[in-house]
């Protein structure tokens, strides 16, 4: 009985290892996209942006159906639901952002906005491209049950869009998400140890 047991906690590890990579790879392809958009025709990258987010929605509904059947993986799972569900809802535009979202890792979001702010001071990034990436970052920090300053919190107020406020709802018709990021964050750190 035992061995069954431990058995089925390594097959459940493999799963979700597997999950987590396909995920990662989805997510670094919608960057690589977003990065090399300049080389590409217009309708080479609406067909490529259309195939990957197909690909995410078929992860998806793959998830929901891992998710109904086997109760182990629900609260590990359903972080990386919500993070699918911020890419489809194309709340999110940025794939780097989802990524640390998903693997709830405030720090290196943080961090990243540091570098978005002394970029745009250089004239490295573009005001509107600035705004779009800092509302989506301190959205995310807001979900990861991080505590936002007065000044971030007027910007986000000033500044999210529709996308974003249909994200919250998302995020917040799927459960309690903070917990289940924060699992599901602690479960990737966990598998990386």
Same mark, same amino acid.
Request: charged content about 35%.
């Given at each position: 009985?035992?061995?069954?047991? %431990? !058995?089925?906690?390594?097959?459940? %590890?493999?799963?979700? $290892?597997? #999950?987590? /990579?396909?995920?990662?790879?989805?997510?670094? $392809?919608?960057?690589?996209?977003? /990065?090399?958009?300049e080389?590409?025709?217009?309708? /080479?990258?609406?067909?490529?942006?259309?195939?990957?987010?197909? $690909?995410?929605?078929?992860?998806s509904?793959?998830?929901?159906?891992?998710?109904? @059947?086997?109760?182990?993986?629900? +609260?590990?799972?359903? @972080?990386m639901?919500?993070?699918?569900?911020?890419?489809? %809802?194309?709340?999110?535009?940025?794939?780097?952002v989802?990524?640390?979202?998903?693997?709830?890792?405030p720090?290196?979001? !943080?961090t990243?906005?540091?570098?978005m702010?002394? +970029?745009?001071?250089?004239?490295?990034? /573009?005001?509107?491209l600035?705004?779009?990436?800092?509302?989506?970052?301190? &959205?995310?920090?807001?979900?990861? @049950?991080?505590?936002?300053?007065?000044? +971030?919190e007027?910007?986000? &107020?000033a500044?999210?869009?529709a996308?974003?406020s249909?994200?919250?709802?998302?995020? &917040?018709?799927l459960? %309690?998400?903070?917990?289940?990021?924060? #699992?599901?964050?602690?479960?990737?750190?966990?598998?990386?140890?």
């Amino acid at each position: 009985m035992i061995k069954m047991a %431990s !058995r089925g906690k390594t097959e459940t %590890s493999k799963l979700k $290892q597997n #999950l987590e /990579e396909q995920l990662d790879r989805l997510m670094q $392809q919608l960057q690589d996209l977003e /990065e090399c958009r300049e080389e590409l025709d217009a309708d /080479e990258y609406e067909e490529t942006k259309r195939e990957t987010l197909e $690909q995410l929605r078929e992860f998806s509904d793959s998830l929901k159906k891992i998710m109904s @059947g086997n109760m182990t993986l629900v +609260d590990e799972l359903s @972080g990386m639901q919500l993070a699918i569900q911020a890419a489809i %809802s194309q709340a999110f535009k940025t794939p780097e952002v989802i990524r640390l979202f998903a693997k709830k890792q405030p720090g290196q979001l !943080r961090t990243r906005l540091a570098e978005m702010d002394r +970029d745009l001071m250089v004239g490295k990034l /573009e005001r509107d491209l600035y705004t779009q990436q800092k509302v989506e970052i301190l &959205t995310a920090l807001r979900k990861l @049950g991080e505590k936002l300053t007065d000044d +971030d919190e007027a910007f986000l &107020t000033a500044n999210a869009g529709a996308a974003l406020s249909q994200f919250e709802k998302v995020s &917040t018709d799927l459960g %309690s998400g903070d917990k289940v990021l924060a #699992l599901a964050g602690f479960e990737v750190e966990k598998a990386k140890k």
